[in-house]
T-cell receptor, first 117, second 112 residues
């Protein structure tokens, strides 16, 4: 099946620092990648959608200057949380969708747990 | 009205019984429906997708879709303790930019 990896799996950082999370599709080309955030006991909330080689589309209420997304290749997207604050502590999950897999099916990475002190 | 609604549970089912999970959606134009399972602290994993009205079976899992009623369900036969998880219904919403929208999830517990 389709495999999506994320790195790191968890990170603890000080308030004000920036954190970069990588999302890779390992066995398929991801034309579109999605970034979600999930707070405890809540469902996944879509933050942004990125297509390879173009700017990401952010959901309402998500600050594009705070959550920088780069989708430079068909197998890699990165999310950078800039100047992180404790309220940014959450579970960040990426998913990928690609051709040849069923055009609408999204496969999720294992997630990155971020704790900002 | 939420775009995708699920009963948050918890839903408790004895081992070996059938677990029934329900989901309704608001976008009548939606054509693609997914069920994901999420264990505590983990990311969602795809169980099934369904596009056509009726039933779709895969092992112990059966997805049911009724577009007229805007209703999709997941049945788990011969429930096992390892099926205990949160089950997320997700729908591709057609209005505006197509995106996958998740319900809040139903927490299922299978009691040995």
């Amino acid at each position: 099946g389709a495999v999506v990896s994320q790195h790191p799996s968890w990170v603890i950082c000080k308030s004000g620092t920036s954190v970069k999370i990588e999302c890779r599709s390992l066995d398929f080309q991801a034309t579109t990648m999605f970034w979600y955030r999930q707070f405890p006991k809540q469902s996944l909330m879509l933050m942004a959608t990125s297509n390879e080689g173009s700017k990401a589309t952010y959901e309402q209420g998500v600050e594009k200057d705070k959550f920088l997304i780069n989708h430079a290749s068909l197998t890699l997207s990165t999310l950078t949380v800039t100047s992180a604050h404790p309220e940014d502590s959450s579970f960040y999950i990426c998913s990928a969708r690609g051709s040849g897999l069923g055009t609408e099916t999204q496969y999720f990475g294992p997630g990155t747990r971020l704790l900002v002190l | 009205q939420k775009e995708v609604e699920q009963n948050s549970g918890p839903l408790s089912v004895p081992e070996g019984a059938i677990a029934s999970l329900n989901c309704t959606y608001s976008d009548r134009g939606s054509q693609s429906f997914f069920w994901y399972r999420q264990y505590s602290g983990k990311s969602p994993e795809l169980i099934m997708f369904i596009y056509s009205n009726g039933d779709k079976e895969d092992g112990r899992f059966t997805a049911q879709l009724n577009k007229a009623s805007q209703y999709v369900s997941l049945l788990i036969r011969d429930s096992q303790p390892s099926d205990s998880a949160t089950y997320l219904c997700a729908v591709i919403i057609i209005q505006g930019a197509q995106k996958l929208v998740f319900g809040q999830g139903t927490r299922l517990t299978i009691n040995p």
